[in-house]
């Protein structure tokens, strides 16, 4: 079976090559999927832009690194505690109905913590109960918003379709800290969560204007059988060596990569001297790397490429990370941010794109949201990351983290080789497991 996959590579992949460069284009056309980018892009907007203030503001408080990793680590944990049941549950609800919900709630928290704020009241556990209550909205993202990506354009161009998409998160990555910079040096942290308000009312307006999508047939074949998605998901994955690959890389960025994320603000403050505005902009070099991969992505990948982009995007992840924390001077560290975010696209985009192209289409929204679930291990590095900033410095913890993340890729190669060496993926486990 493994060698069918593997000579997979034919006509037919050409053909799909073809139709995505003429798609490309095309998807703007489509209102829905306008609508979807834009919903995400708020929603990313606003992430970073409480990711940064809300790490500045705890670091200023308690002058931990511990602390600001662990606000960090509360924002991604539903994933790992909840993200395989939301997935099920995603698999049973309207599309439109779900974003709704989602959005309300993340709303809701939002405004909570601009009251408390603005009142004088703001404490950092506070912030760690909206990062959990807001990190459960982000892991239904997965589930349905990217998975309603897909059902919009098809998936002869959901590769396309999520490099657009991550393209927009870049942005985001890039306007959320820039603002919540401004927004802390002139209006303080209540500024922030305000601005962030207004944000979620104009995703609320998009919502709102989307269609409603009928649920397909297949996802009422379990209603009553809640667990039973969740374990049919694991059950694939189980029986295909391409996903164990897949989610095997998954786990090591999350453990050993994306955890780096919290403690960029605190090198730039401790060991480059910058003020909050001076942190935003740097912070937001990683963005720009991440917006430029975007445009790349869209516009010169190939699906015989996804899984040697992948693999080699974590690898590049790793060594930026090195290097960012030994930066001597601010330009040299907004350099080595830029190729980071090209890393993180890199991985990002083709994480979900591998997951929904090689997913057989009646299991893909439960997939999706296991994939969610070893995104959730990301908490493990988390803590593992404040401990040792903690123990040691923040550059030795990132160093550290970054050099065990390799020496673990190293380690596991032969897991994950098959999906490195993968010429085409289109469809071609559509009968996994049989």
């Given at each position: 079976m493994l060698i069918n996959r593997l000579n997979e590579f034919d006509a037919k992949s050409v053909r799909h090559s073809q139709k995505m460069?003429?798609?490309?284009?095309?998807?703007?056309?489509?209102p829905d999927?306008?609508?979807l980018i834009f919903i995400g892009f708020i929603s990313s907007c606003v992430r970073w832009l409480e990711t940064l203030a809300i790490g500045l503001f705890a670091y200023k408080v308690t002058e931990s690194a511990f602390v600001v990793a662990m606000l960090s680590m509360l924002r991604l944990l539903p994933?790992?505690?909840?993200?395989?049941?939301?997935?099920?549950?995603?698999?049973?609800?309207?599309?439109?109905?779900?974003?709704?919900s989602i959005l309300l709630v993340s709303l809701s928290t939002t405004v909570a913590l601009a009251v408390l704020s603005s009142i004088g009241l703001l404490q950092v556990w506070h912030l760690g109960v909206a990062?959990?209550?807001?990190?459960?909205?982000w892991t239904a993202d997965n589930p349905v918003r990217r998975v309603m990506l897909g059902d919009v354009v098809g998936i002869d161009r959901v590769g396309t379709a999520n490099s657009f998409d991550a393209g927009a998160n870049n942005l985001s990555r890039i306007l959320g800290p820039l603002f919540a910079g401004a927004?802390?040096?002139y209006f303080h942290i209540e500024g922030v969560f305000w601005f962030g308000v207004l944000l979620y009312g104009m995703s609320g307006w998009a919502v709102l204007q989307m269609s409603k999508r009928k649920i397909p047939q297949h996802q009422h074949q379990h209603r009553g059988l809640f667990l039973e998605p969740v374990r049919e998901g694991f059950l694939l994955i189980q029986k295909d060596p391409m996903l164990i690959g897949i989610f095997l890389i998954t786990v090591i960025f999350n453990i050993f990569g994306w955890p780096f994320t919290s403690l960029i603000p605190v090198v730039a403050t401790d060991y480059l001297r910058l003020m909050p505005k001076e942190v935003g902009l740097l912070a937001s070099f990683e963005g720009v790397g991440g917006l430029a991969g975007a445009f790349l992505f869209a516009k010169y990948a190939r699906p015989h490429w996804y899984g040697r982009i992948y693999v080699t995007a974590v690898v590049i992840y790793f060594v930026t990370m090195i290097c960012y924390a030994n930066s001597p001077w601010t330009p040299i560290a907004a350099l080595f941010l830029f190729i980071n975010g090209l890393g993180a696209l890199g991985f990002a985009v083709m994480q979900t794109?591998?997951?929904?192209?090689?997913?057989?289409?009646?299991?893909?929204?439960?997939l999706l949201g296991v994939l969610t679930t070893f995104i959730g291990t990301g908490p493990i590095g988390f803590l593992y990351l404040g401990f040792l900033a903690d123990q040691f410095s923040p550059r030795v913890a990132i160093?550290?983290?970054?050099?065990?993340?390799?020496?673990?890729?190293?380690?596991?190669r032969r897991y994950w080789l098959l999906v490195f060496r993968l010429p085409d993926v289109n469809k071609c486990s559509t009968n996994s497991g049989t």
């Open positions: 460069l003429i798609g490309q284009n095309s998807l703007l056309t489509i999927f306008r609508r994933m790992g505690l909840f993200g395989v049941f939301i997935g099920a549950a995603a698999d049973r609800f309207e599309g439109r109905s779900a974003l709704i990062s959990f209550i807001n990190g459960i909205c927004l802390l040096s794109t591998l997951v929904y192209r090689v997913s057989p289409k009646e299991l893909r929204v439960r160093v550290a983290l970054a050099v065990q993340g390799l020496i673990v890729l190293i380690l596991t």
